[in-house]
């Protein structure tokens, strides 16, 4: 399918709200865009100003905004696994409630996961890139608790590979320039703060530097973003087209500080690019018409 799919999350979030409210801003051929959602939903938070086509997910359920419900979990999974079905050009989704998809005997971490179990082939691996215009940042690893990050050397190589991959076909970037941040404080002090960077990081960069990738040694992260932040406010061309980050904080603080709701979670690696708002399904201002459709205006235009 040559259009862009827009699923819009839970049907008890701002989801829908914020998509409705992005595709009159952004005025786009009707012709472009396909919503993976249900026309209850969309009514109850607003009116589209064109003829999209809706392909219907069923929600026979109460809409009870800001509330998580098991029917809202289940809504939010059928609409993933349907716009993984059609293959699209590109998707955008609305965010989703993890706990609602758990209720709903869903046990995924994040839609991310959600797009691998169903995209995925030939050892495909999905991998979050957050982007603010030319603020990239890269997750070595995603949704998981601190005390359970598994990092090797391998994983590295892989998703640096993969990263220079998609440089190439979306950003239309021969080669890339990579700054890896250090695991821990002060990029460990020679082993004195952690030995991952000398056991994980340093051999993993020395192995990609052999085969011709343009990465930095693992580099202190706190002084690392702030030149980053500095380029990002003054509009100006950044030294790295990328920032890889070992966990999700470590990344997301700083390009959400600097960026907010305009930073787009993209998911790389697989078949179909996906982008989403990188922020969540706020439950406390759904269904108040307060929502900022700024994060999905920046998804949808992402892929255009």
């Given amino acids: 399918m040559d259009k862009i799919a827009i699923t819009t999350g839970d049907p008890n979030g701002i989801g829908a709200e914020i998509t409705i409210k992005a595709l009159k801003i952004l005025d786009l051929p009707q012709d472009k865009i396909v919503l993976v959602s249900n026309k209850k939903v969309l009514d109850f938070y607003g009116k589209l100003d064109k003829n999209y086509e809706i392909i219907e997910i069923p929600y026979d359920a109460e809409i009870k905004a800001g509330e998580v419900t098991k029917e809202s979990g289940e809504f939010s999974f059928l609409s993933l696994k349907k716009v993984c079905e059609i293959r699209p050009k590109a998707i955008v989704t609305a965010p989703v409630a993890k706990n609602a998809l758990h209720l709903a005997g869903h046990i995924f971490n994040g839609q991310t996961e959600v797009l691998q ?3 995925a082939h030939d050892n495909q691996l999905a991998e979050m890139l957050f982007v603010a215009n030319n603020f990239r940042v890269l997750l070595l690893t ?9 990092l090797t050397k391998e994983i590295v190589i892989t998703k640096v590979k993969n990263l220079v991959k998609t440089f190439k076909t979306q950003f239309n970037i021969e080669n ?70 070992n966990y999700h904080d470590q990344g997301l603080i ?34 108040k018409n307060l929502a900022d459709p700024s994060g999905m205006i920046e998804a949808i235009k992402a892929v255009l």
């Fill in 117 to 119: 179990h169903f995209l």
């Fill in 142 to 150: 995603r949704h998981c608790a601190l005390k359970e990050i598994t």
């Fill in 176 to 245: 890339p320039k990579f700054a890896l941040c250090g695991f821990n404080p002060h990029s460990g002090e020679d082993g004195i703060l952690g030995r991952e960077e000398i056991d994980i990081l340093i051999p993993a960069v020395k192995e990609l530097k052999t085969e011709g990738i343009n990465i930095t040694m693992p580099l202190p992260a706190d002084t690392l973003f702030v030149k980053a932040a500095k380029h990002y406010y003054q509009n100006t061309n950044d030294e790295y087209d990328c920032y890889i980050a």
């Fill in 254 to 287: 700083p390009i959400k500080t600097v960026a907010g709701d305009k930073t787009v979670n993209m998911t790389i690696g697989l078949d179909i690019i996906r982008t989403s708002p990188g922020h969540g399904t706020a439950f406390d201002i759904a269904g």
